[in-house]
């Protein structure tokens, strides 16, 4: 049996409340007070800290005593409330505690009929009803007897159920979950004859895609992720060798969008499959079902990171039209070697040094493609540059930027020092680690103008985060 510590609420609002100035200073650290913040500087950049309240200027995160304890002692949270009620005096003794055993998976109890799903689905999201009837008859949507749910239901390749997906079917009703011990390879799918899958976030999604593409849709393959991971993509890919082309259709938001490219990268690891993001006209395809059924739809909303990429990747093509260096690879290892000796709070030097190491780069290739006799139009040369942005990988820090930029660079010299004869392919692959590079300088670029932006705002942040934790 494990330890484990039980805190009252009292306890946890204590440890939440305590003041960090006070913290700092008891274990010893350095504070600069100015006005009524303090600013503490910690190994990953400034910290401005407000009674229980704290803000990381250039990582742009806060929180409360407790998050700052977990996020910079590195401990969970018992630990970190522990440690906050100890500096006030406060003991809480361990107790014991039995491991608790995952539950075997079952399916939640049928309802005699099914009047309130079928009333959810037809006239609350507006499915097809031939949809409906052939999901239902297939056993794998049902009403659940306690509830009166939506079950969806994820069968293996025996007909054995695995996974079960539960929806709300009240008006105003927002619960949905996975049933406890569901197999996220078997999540809420048909499989189909044909050589297409298409990929959704949850059934509704999936559901309403058929009822507006319903012309031979049981040709094809359906999968409803309900969750964000793609292991059921997987395992169908694997076991149905027809399957070779992927439509990834999740929602037209921020999340989606990232989740599209996320379950990309990971289908092309597989093999060699077509694969094609397909986003739906607003938010998600129930929204565009609605508005095809007179009812107003929630509108997309697009990735900001793959609007300002897309202006500067056509800014960069344009600024370096006629510009030449006549040795951009000594000048791309001085302008690296410039940038890691930076500080992330020295926004503009970084920036404007991000810019320069992006154009050395992008130069380096079109240096290759000409030698290559290669010709590209500055559209191509945009758009090629465009492809290689990675929306979904684009939320790390400054040190994980830097390092990846530095990555590149060292890939590009030891090719270069090798002084091979390289076939048409490696010279391709060459290219794009150039272009890559390029990228992810703009990336660099792009993430510090929005630190930049944040900071100016960084005097409100801590007010904004006090008053609502009050």
């Given at each position: 049996?494990?330890?484990?510590i039980y805190f009252t609420e009292e306890q946890k609002e204590r440890a939440r409340r305590t003041d960090l100035a006070s913290f700092l200073q008891s274990n010893g650290e350095s504070l600069k007070r100015s006005g009524s913040e303090y600013e503490w500087k910690s190994k990953s950049g400034k910290v401005t800290v407000r009674g229980n309240i704290w803000f990381h200027q250039y990582e742009r995160e806060g929180g409360d ?116 011990g569901s197999n996220p390879d078997y999540s809420f799918h048909y499989i189909g004859k044909g050589n297409k899958l298409y990929v959704f976030e949850a059934p509704i999604d999936m559901l309403s895609y058929i009822s507006l593409h319903k012309e031979n849709w049981q040709e094809h393959s359906y999968v409803a992720l309900c969750s964000v991971a793609p292991q059921s993509v997987i395992h169908i890919l694997k076991n149905n ?230």
């Amino acid at each position: 049996m494990s330890k484990y510590i039980y805190f009252t609420e009292e306890q946890k609002e204590r440890a939440r409340r305590t003041d960090l100035a006070s913290f700092l200073q008891s274990n010893g650290e350095s504070l600069k007070r100015s006005g009524s913040e303090y600013e503490w500087k910690s190994k990953s950049g400034k910290v401005t800290v407000r009674g229980n309240i704290w803000f990381h200027q250039y990582e742009r995160e806060g929180g409360d005593a407790i998050d700052f304890v977990r996020r910079f002692y590195n401990l969970d949270f018992a630990e970190a409330v522990n440690l906050l009620l100890s500096e006030q005096g406060i003991t809480v003794v361990p107790q014991e505690k039995t491991t608790k055993e995952k539950k075997e998976f079952c399916l939640p109890k049928v309802n005699q009929d099914m009047r309130r799903v079928y009333a959810y689905l037809l006239k609350g999201r507006f499915i097809d009803h031939d949809v409906i009837n052939f999901f239902t008859k297939e056993k794998l949507i049902y009403e659940d007897a306690e509830y009166h749910n939506a079950v969806f239901v994820g069968m293996d390749e025996d007909g054995v159920p695995r996974h079960a997906h539960k929806r709300g079917t009240y008006s105003k009703s927002v619960y949905k979950g996975n049933v406890e011990g569901s197999n996220p390879d078997y999540s809420f799918h048909y499989i189909g004859k044909g050589n297409k899958l298409y990929v959704f976030e949850a059934p509704i999604d999936m559901l309403s895609y058929i009822s507006l593409h319903k012309e031979n849709w049981q040709e094809h393959s359906y999968v409803a992720l309900c969750s964000v991971a793609p292991q059921s993509v997987i395992h169908i890919l694997k076991n149905n060798p027809q399957i070779e082309s992927v439509y990834i259709c999740l929602d037209h938001d921020k999340a989606g969008i990232e989740g599209n490219y996320r379950i990309e990268e990971e289908v092309k690891k597989l093999g060699d499959y077509t694969v094609e993001k397909d986003s739906p006209a607003y938010k998600d395809w129930n929204e565009s079902l609605k508005n095809r059924n007179g009812i107003e739809p929630i509108p997309a909303t697009e990735h900001p990171g793959l609007i300002r990429m897309k202006v500067l990747c056509r800014e960069l093509v344009s600024e370096c039209k006629s510009e030449k260096i006549k040795y951009p690879l000594g000048v791309l290892q001085r302008y690296n070697e410039k940038l890691k000796r930076y500080q992330p709070e020295q926004r503009s030097a970084v920036m404007e040094q991000s810019l320069k190491m992006s154009r050395v780069a992008f130069l380096l290739a079109k240096k290759q493609l000409a030698a290559m006799e290669k010709s590209q139009t500055d559209e191509q040369l945009a758009k090629a540059l465009f492809m290689l942005y990675p929306p979904h990988r684009d939320n790390c820090g400054y040190k994980t930027r830097i390092a990846d930029i530095g990555e590149r660079v060292e890939e590009i010299v030891k090719v270069y020092r090798k002084n091979e004869i390289l076939t048409e392919s490696q010279q391709m692959e060459n290219v794009k680690t150039m272009l890559s590079l390029s990228v992810d300088c703009l990336r660099l670029y792009m993430f510090e103008e929005q630190s930049k932006l944040k900071q100016e705002e960084g005097e409100n942040v801590c007010q904004i985060l006090q008053h609502s934790l009050l």
